[in-house]
């Protein structure tokens, strides 16, 4: 079936240095992706998202990168700090609006 | 704005009881939310969409008799586990949607004793 997957399940950075957590995906009829950002025992928070019309979305310190060509997508954070620490989720969004969450990375930040 | 909100954020009941989760769109009308759990350290897996007024869809897989759910006004929508059982402890989440975003709240931890 359809599926969102991730190739990194755990990332760790010192604070100050650039990370990029990657995700690949299966629907090559998506056309919407979200990155989500998940702390300890609170709901996902969203982040960023990219249409497929596009191959790169900046936001503040946030950076989406999608080829469709190899369906691959990847966030990319600058300057990472200790709250940056969360787990990171990519998720497709079907056209009848459902959402399909990737497998996960959790990102530690140490100072 | 679009706050959602969870009650309770966290419950504790014995095997054999049925618990009430309720999702709350606090400052917009949503007609359809979602209802998803959480395993530690896993994804968010979908278990229903719940639509304003009609029945909810489940996710294959997803016993609709164990998970309740009724969306019976445009801010609420309540999950109801039926018969809880440890095996049902997790962490459920709700997301409401407006426009072509969801809108998550913050998450009910549900331990079955």
């Known amino acids: 079936g359809e599926s969102v997957g991730l190739h990194l399940p755990t990332l760790s950075v010192q604070e100050g240095d650039n990370s990029i957590i990657n995700c690949a995906y299966s629907?090559?009829?998506?056309?919407?992706f979200i990155w989500y950002k998940q702390e300890s025992g609170k709901g996902p928070q969203f982040i960023i998202d990219?249409?497929?019309?596009?191959d790169k979305r900046q936001g503040q310190r946030v950076t989406v990168l999608l080829n469709k060509t190899v369906k691959h997508l990847s966030l990319q954070i600058a300057a990472t700090q200790p709250g940056d620490s969360a787990v990171y989720f990519c998720?497709?969004?079907?056209?009848?609006?459902?959402?399909?969450f990737g497998q996960g990375t959790i990102l530690t930040v140490h100072p | 704005g679009a706050v959602v909100s969870q009650h309770p954020s966290r419950v504790i009941c014995k095997s054999g009881t049925s618990v009430k989760i309720e999702c709350r769109s606090l400052?917009?009308?949503?007609?359809?939310m979602f209802w998803y759990r959480q395993f530690p350290k896993k994804s968010l897996m979908l278990m229903a969409t719940?639509?304003?007024?009609?029945?909810?869809?489940?996710e294959q897989g997803v016993e609709k008799d164990k998970f309740l759910i009724n969306h019976a006004s445009l801010t609420l929508s309540t999950l109801t586990v039926t018969s809880a059982h440890p095996e049902d402890s997790s962490f459920y989440i709700c997301?409401?949607?407006?426009?072509?975003?969801?809108?998550f709240g913050p998450g009910t931890r549900l331990t079955v004793t």
């Open positions: 997301s409401a949607a407006r426009d072509y975003e969801q809108y």
């Open positions: 629907n090559s009829a998506s056309d919407y």
């Open positions: 990219i249409r497929s019309n596009m």
């Open positions: 998720a497709e969004i079907s056209s009848y609006g459902k959402l399909t």
């Open positions: 400052d917009f009308q949503a007609t359809t």
């Open positions: 719940s639509n304003e007024g009609s029945k909810a869809t489940y």
